[in-house]
């Protein structure tokens, strides 16, 4: 049975540090992996993508990577700033129904 | 485009009444999920629909939750009677296919209170 986790749960961090959030998942047979981000009382947003093929993705200030053998994703935030205040969920795709696994998130503030 | 619509977004109620959540999702995603997010947690996969059909609906407490999306296109999630433990986010996301080639997109969520 597949399981995420997240470390840490919550993070503090002053405005304009590089962060890094982690994503661990016990089974390696992934299809892909998605980084979504959840504003307090919203729904997701997905941020990036990462097939099982692929090593990283990059958005902007947001940088994904993936290693299957090990079971780890990160993302790295770049230059951090008050509004990407938020809770961070990993998800991967083990099946081929489209099902996802999340995480349960990492909480997010960054002080400006 | 519109994105998932879900409502309503807040609902209270006291235990052991009925509750209905709706969602419609994107115009022309034929694959509909409703996942239940407890507080702290990531959301779970409750049941799936292709098109009207549900496909895995091995999460849901069958007991107590029920779900229909007759003409498969909007979808309703109901519990019946609610209890305490049910509060939570209810969250609805659907994707134009079924599969991992496919993103999925989640509503806003309705924020269930149950006391």
């Known amino acids: 049975k597949q399981e995420v986790t997240q470390i840490p749960a919550a993070l503090s961090v002053p405005e304009g540090e590089n962060l890094v959030l982690n994503c661990s998942f016990t089974d390696s047979a992934i299809y892909n992996l998605q980084w979504f981000r959840q504003d307090p009382g919203k729904g997701l947003t997905s941020l990036l993508l990462?097939?099982?093929?692929?090593r990283e993705q990059t958005s902007g200030r947001l940088n994904a990577s993936l290693d299957k053998s090990s079971g780890r994703s990160t993302l790295y935030i770049a230059a951090s700033q008050p509004g990407d205040s938020a809770t961070y969920l990993c998800?991967?795709?083990?099946?081929?129904?489209?099902?996802?696994?999340f995480g349960q998130g990492t909480t997010l503030q960054v002080k400006p | 485009e519109a994105g998932v619509v879900q409502s309503p977004r807040y609902k209270i109620i006291e235990k052991k009444q009925p509750v209905a959540f709706w969602c419609n999702p994107i115009?022309?995603?034929?694959?509909l999920y409703w996942y239940l997010q407890n507080l702290g947690q990531g959301p779970e996969l409750l049941i799936r629909?292709?098109?009207?059909?549900?496909?895995?609906d091995s999460q849901l407490p069958k007991d107590r939750f029920s779900a229909e999306r007759l003409k498969g296109v909007d979808s309703t999630l109901k519990i019946q009677p609610a209890e305490l433990g049910d509060s939570a986010v209810y969250l609805c996301?659907?994707?134009?296919?079924?599969?991992?080639?496919?993103?999925?997109?989640f509503g806003p969520g309705t924020r269930l209170t149950v006391t």
């Open positions: 115009s022309g995603h034929n694959t």
């Open positions: 996301a659907s994707s134009p296919g079924t599969g991992f080639a496919y993103e999925q997109y």
């Open positions: 629909y292709e098109n009207e059909e549900a496909v895995d």
């Open positions: 990462i097939q099982s093929s692929q």
């Open positions: 998800a991967v795709n083990s099946g081929n129904t489209g099902k996802l696994i």
